[in-house]
């Protein structure tokens, strides 16, 4: 269990990361029309803020599961 709770924290850090990298990308393809965070949500479908998100909010799941399975005693 201890190796495959590090496994989940691995990959939820993995998704985190992945979930700045879509922000950062988005940002970067409208960053030419204006440099407001704000406007920058305005210009952007909804439904790309939601993949985001999601990948961040499954990252974070995924790194409590796997602290909680990587500190699970095994018992004798």
């Known amino acids: 269990m201890y190796l495959f709770g590090l496994m989940l924290c ?3 850090l993995l998704f985190i990361a992945l979930a700045g990298l879509e922000k950062i ?3 970067v393809a409208v960053s030419d029309r204006t440099t407001q965070l704000d406007s920058v949500i305005g210009l952007t479908p909804p439904y790309l ?3 985001t ?3 961040f909010f499954a990252g974070i799941i995924f790194v409590a599961v796997g602290i909680c399975l990587a500190s699970i005693k095994k018992k004798k």
Do not use: E, M, S, Y
């Open 53 to 55: 998100n999601f990948t």
């Open 10 to 12: 691995f990959v939820g």
């Open 49 to 51: 803020w939601d993949i």
């Open 25 to 27: 990308l988005i940002f």
